[in-house]
């Protein structure tokens, strides 16, 4: 098993070396030792290194293998008992419209009845395979960006932490907020005596934004836009629970989640760029029904 990429120099990468060109579309120090290492390098069909010069129009062929990579293979067994819905997909990439309740991804060998399973069934007709990049919390919906190689994996894990991929959701939460537009900036880490949870200013936190926006309130909850700038465990959730404002339906962190019938929390929106590309790509997930009914979500 291989990987083949024949990549056409940008203007923006005129005059520059192969090594550059690596730099420059994300792919990991690693694996640009492994690809010089084998000569697995070609500018114009003729063997080249990483000093070697490009122009604009000019094909450098990467060539990939397995032993590159930490997970080459995708070992998610396939599951047909659910569908899926595909909001974006191309020879790389694809999004996913996940239902709340499910799982993004298996947790123990054997196991199925997640995302990557149905999306493993999915994808055997075409001997493609889906790799992990971004989870959701079982009970959020939306969008899910999922690699169809192992070459991406890296490059949108770079794409992601770097911010050239953003994500957008919508929750409704409880209570009403002083400004209608903010910043959440308590930095997240364990909770002090419960595994499940995490809370801000603990021992072990790390920084955390997250954007809000309030987009439609009732006489006692609010509807937000919300924005991730990182991407720690539960973000979202902390944030607004621990600024007085839980996420409804919540099982950890909302004390009047049994009203809810899930947690209102959605992603609707990932902004992506390409790997090895200067697209970028919009993908919408449409808002449950149930978001949209206010004068029901006001009796939760």
Not at 1 to 6: A, F, L, V
Request: hydrophobic residues 40%; charged residues 15%; glycine residues 4%.
């Amino acid at each position: 098993m291989q990987w083949t990429y024949n990549l056409t120099i940008p203007l923006i990468l005129d005059n520059k070396t192969v090594r550059d060109c690596l730099k420059h579309w994300l792919i990991p120090k690693r694996i640009q030792g492994q690809l010089r290492q084998g000569r697995r390098l070609w500018v114009n069909t003729v063997p080249a290194s990483v000093a070697t010069t490009v122009y604009t129009g000019d094909q450098l062929t990467l060539q990939f293998l397995p032993a590159d990579f930490r997970t080459p293979q995708s070992n998610y067994l396939p599951d047909k008992h659910e569908s899926v819905v595909i909001l974006y997909q191309d020879h790389e990439l694809l999004v996913v419209n996940k239902p709340a309740g499910i799982k993004s991804h298996p947790n123990q060998p054997g196991e199925t009845g997640s995302i990557l399973n149905y999306l493993a069934a999915y994808l055997a007709p075409t001997k493609q395979a889906p790799y992990m990049v971004h989870r959701l919390d079982q009970m959020t919906s939306g969008a899910m960006l999922v690699a169809l190689n192992p070459v991406v994996v890296p490059i949108l894990d770079r794409l992601i932490s770097t911010k050239q991929i953003h994500r957008s959701y919508y929750a409704w939460v409880r209570g009403h907020f002083e400004q209608a537009q903010g910043q959440f900036n308590d930095a997240i880490g364990r909770h002090s005596t419960d595994k499940r949870k995490r809370w801000i200013n603990v021992p072990d936190a790390q920084a955390a934004l997250t954007d809000y926006q309030v987009i439609q309130t009732t006489p006692h909850q609010s509807l937000v836009k919300l924005a991730l700038h990182t991407g720690r465990t539960h973000q979202l959730r902390v944030h607004l629970a621990a600024n007085g404002h839980p996420i409804i339906g919540d099982p950890l962190y909302d004390e009047q989640a049994s009203h809810a019938p899930r947690l209102l929390l959605h992603a609707s929106q990932l902004h992506i760029q390409r790997p090895f590309s200067a697209q970028t790509i919009d993908v919408q997930a449409p808002l449950p029904t149930i978001f949209e009914n206010a004068a029901l979500i006001e009796t939760f």
